[in-house]
Every structure is written in structure tokens, then in C-alpha cells.
């Protein structure tokens, strides 16, 4: 019978790989915690309805690819394409989020159904810091600033670009989308199927066209900075002030709009060239509108998703990763000969009581020697403690050896009563 196989775009994540995640996730975990940020835990499944008001009917997302499903009640569901909607559903649902200020962090898988290719992927994964309660720019500062501490701690700053647009308030965006409508309709001969429908349901999104001669009927189409108001101005200078105070470096990028409905003022994203065409590792904005959208009070809220494959990428090519997170174990406990059967197990218990930053594994299964060392030496160990004995369950008589497994075969012979306090000699 065939194998099954993994859903096309959706990655096992394999012993070797799931240490750098580890060590991306307590990095994350780190810098959201000395931020003040806590935790939010939403579901992977919405009523589709969220989305579709959140992100917006007329965008690639809900349009093409998320996975929808009636379930066996006969309600539309949809696995998240993203964290926002989620986060503010609960938080509102809740009452997290009324006359209050919120600093909120998420983790976990997202599903969208692209084409997969290198770091696109159908199920993904996004760390996503939301803040809620705070006008800013101050607190689109701090998301920045925190997300620029992450870059820093993980040692990628220097292959990161800060790109910045000021997408304007909804209402001027409003302005902007009727005007455009107008221009379209001036050129609708030259309009593809798609952009024929977009121009009035969201014209936005016609600039976005992957077609040459719709970009070529754009030419002369009117431009959002144009009908951005003085307060957004305003906002967007202040931004960019303090980010220059705080020495983070920013690029300007007028195309940058984002493919989400339900951002306004300032918009970003951090992108790299180290990764081919997916070069977009960290996107955000300001969402002023969104709970009110969903039925909230009108809140405040500023955020932004990071994707964990895209830094994964980064972190493996560029050989960041640091030695210490790619080894769990650190010493392998071997049993040689008729060691009594729990000796192993004892030995490894005392030394995880004495060593608790250690990772210790007991061998199991019995086996020769050179067996047993071989294991060693795959399981990346450094050390490795010997017992052997001739006889019978007697622990008087077993011998025990501490021995490096590095390039040097150092060893030592020690007594089963001092081996927790010599093996310190070799740590
Ligand atoms: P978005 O809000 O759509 O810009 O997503 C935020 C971040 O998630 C992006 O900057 C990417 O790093 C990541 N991301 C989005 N879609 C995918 C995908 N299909 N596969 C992998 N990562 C993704």
C-alpha cells in the first residue's frame, strides 16, 4: 500500500530542525517578556465571517486562499490565514480590550493556500505582538523597537531593512479609493477581468496587478500621499523622529501598502535579501479600525506578524544558530557488560540533580561498547561516563570512566562515589 505523504506546503518540522525553532521561540519568549507583553492563546479555527470582515472581501487572502469548510453543523469555518483577527476577537470577546491598554503576544501555525516555494508555505507559522489602548507613534515605536531587539539578540540586524509608508487614515483612504475608481473607469478598456471587478469593490488593490498592461494603464493614476491628512502626516513624522532618535534606521517605501484591509497610518515591514523572493520576514501597522469593524468599541490598536520559517531560513543559512542550542545533549551515560540493570538510569538521575542546565541521556538496550560509544558520538554528546562491569549486578565492582568525545579522547578513571563532583573537571 502507498505511503500517505505530508499535505503539499505543509512541513514536518524534524528533531534537528524543531532546535533552531527552540531556540528562535526562547529568544522570542525573551524579548516579549523584558517588553511587558503576555501571552494570548486564540484557536485555529474562526467563523470565516471574521475574516472576511477583518481582512477584507477583495483581497488574495479570503478571495483564494484560505480553507474554508462547513463543518458538520453547517457553519463556515476557516483555519487562520493570521493572528489579528483572532487576537482581537478574544481579547474583545473578553473584555480585554474596553478603556483598557493592552500589550499582547501570539504564537502558532496559520493556513493560507498559496503556491508553496521557498519560505511560502500552505500551513506557516507567525509570532504576532498586538497593542491595544495606545494612539501612538509611541507605541509603534516600541513594536518597532522590540522587533529590532529580536533582529539584535538573534545577530540578523545587519541583513535587515526597515521599510515605512504613511497608507493615511480609513476615511482618507476612502477619498483616495473614489478617486481612483474615476481614473479606472477613464481606462476600462484597458482593464483585465480582475481589475475590472476590483475597481470599484477595493481599487487599492488594482495597483497591486501583476499585469503589464494594467500597470501600463496606471500610469498617471492618481497617488494615496496625495490625500493622506495633516494629522496622519503629522503622526507619520513623529514616527519617523523618534525612530531616528533611537538609531533605527528606516527606508521610505511609497508601494508599500500591505495586503490586508484594516491597516491605516503606518504601515511596515522588515525585509532581507538573504532569502530569494520571499524576502518580507516581519509585517505590521496600525489598525485603528478593526475592533470597531468587528463589532467592538472603537479601540485603538497598533501590530505586527513575524514569519518563523523565513527567520528559521535566515538563521540556518546565515549559520546563526549557536552551537550550544544545536546540542541537547551533553553527557551519554553508558552501561557496559552486566552493569546492574537501574545503574544507568541512577547515575543519570544524580548527575540531572547536580547538572539541572544539563541534557543527560542514559543509554537503553543494552548493546557492546563500541555500540554504545557510537550512539554517543551521534547524539552530539561531549562527554561520555562509562560503567562496566564483569559481574553481576554488583556496583561495587563496576568500573567508571569519564571520557571526552571531542577531538581529544581524554579520560578518567573515578569512583562511582566521586563521579558527580569530578565530572565538573571536564564540564
Ligand atoms: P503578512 O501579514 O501576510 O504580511 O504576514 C506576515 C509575515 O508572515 C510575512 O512577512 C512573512 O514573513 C510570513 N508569511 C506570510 N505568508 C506566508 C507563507 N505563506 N509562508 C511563510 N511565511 C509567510
Redesign the pocket.
Known amino acids: 500500500m502507498a505511503k500517505l505523504q505530508a499535505i503539499r506546503g505543509m512541513n514536518d518540522i524534524l528533531p534537528g530542525q524543531s532546535l533552531t525553532w527552540q531556540y528562535l521561540e526562547s529568544c522570542f519568549h525573551r524579548v516579549v517578556q523584558r517588553y511587558g507583553y503576555q501571552e494570548i492563546r486564540f484557536p485555529v479555527l474562526e467563523q470565516t465571517q471574521l475574516f472576511k470582515r477583518s481582512i477584507g472581501e477583495v483581497t488574495d487572502?479570503v478571495e483564494k486562499e484560505m480553507y474554508s469548510f462547513d463543518d458538520r453543523n453547517g457553519d463556515n469555518l476557516s483555519m487562520r490565514p493570521?493572528g489579528t483577527a483572532g487576537c482581537v476577537r478574544a481579547a474583545d470577546q473578553h473584555g480585554l480590550l474596553y478603556n483598557q491598554q493592552q500589550r499582547l503576544w501570539y504564537a502558532g501555525p496559520?493556513f493560507?493556500h498559496?503556491r508553496p516555494q521557498k519560505?511560502?508555505?500552505?500551513q506557516?507559522h507567525?509570532f504576532g505582538v498586538e497593542a491595544f489602548g495606545m494612539a501612538g507613534p509611541d507605541i509603534d515605536v516600541e513594536l518597532l523597537q522590540l522587533a529590532a531587539q529580536l533582529w539584535q539578540e538573534l545577530d540578523i540586524a545587519e541583513f535587515l531593512t526597515l521599510e515605512i509608508n504613511n497608507i493615511g487614515s480609513a476615511a482618507d483612504r476612502k477619498a483616495y479609493g473614489a478617486e481612483l475608481t474615476a481614473f479606472l473607469e477613464s481606462r476600462k478598456e484597458n482593464l483585465d477581468e480582475d481589475a475590472s471587478k476590483r475597481m470599484y469593490s477595493n481599487p487599492m488593490r488594482v495597483l497591486d496587478s501583476k499585469n503589464p498592461q494594467v500597470q501600463e494603464a496606471l500610469e498617471g493614476a492618481p497617488e494615496l500621499a496625495a490625500f493622506v491628512s495633516q494629522e496622519s502626516i503629522e503622526h507619520y513624522a513623529m514616527l519617523r523622529a523618534m525612530l531616528t532618535e533611537l538609531g533605527i534606521a528606516f527606508r521610505e517605501n511609497a508601494r508599500l501598502v500591505?495586503?490586508?484591509d484594516y491597516y491605516n497610518n503606518c504601515v511596515y515591514?522588515w525585509t532581507t535579501d538573504t532569502l530569494g523572493a520571499?524576502g518580507?520576514?516581519?509585517?505590521?501597522g496600525r489598525y485603528d479600525g478593526l475592533v470597531a469593524q468587528l463589532g467592538g468599541k472603537p479601540t485603538l490598536a497598533a501590530g505586527f506578524?513575524?514569519?518563523v520559517?523565513?527567520l528559521v531560513l535566515m538563521l540556518d543559512s546565515l549559520e546563526k544558530v549557536p552551537a550550544e542550542a544545536l546540542h541537547p545533549v551533553d553527557i551519554y551515560v553508558l552501561s557496559v557488560g552486566k552493569v546492574a540493570p537501574s545503574l544507568g538510569l541512577q547515575v543519570a538521575a544524580e548527575l540531572r540533580q547536580k547538572y539541572p542546565q544539563l541534557g543527560i541521556v542514559s543509554h537503553c538496550g543494552g548493546g557492546k561498547y563500541n555500540s554504545q560509544i557510537k550512539k554517543a558520538f551521534n547524539s552530539g554528546a561531549s562527554l561520555a561516563v562509562v560503567l562496566e562491569a564483569g559481574q553481576d549486578g554488583d556496583n561495587a565492582a563496576v568500573d567508571v570512566k569519564i571520557r571526552r568525545l571531542g577531538d581529544s579522547d581524554e579520560s578518567r578513571d573515578v569512583a562511582l562515589t566521586d563521579l558527580t563532583t569530578q565530572i565538573a573537571e571536564f564540564l
Open positions: 487572502i493570521e496559520m493560507r498559496e519560505g511560502r508555505y500552505r506557516f507567525q500591505r495586503g490586508l515591514e520571499q518580507a520576514v516581519c509585517g505590521g506578524a513575524i514569519g520559517e523565513r
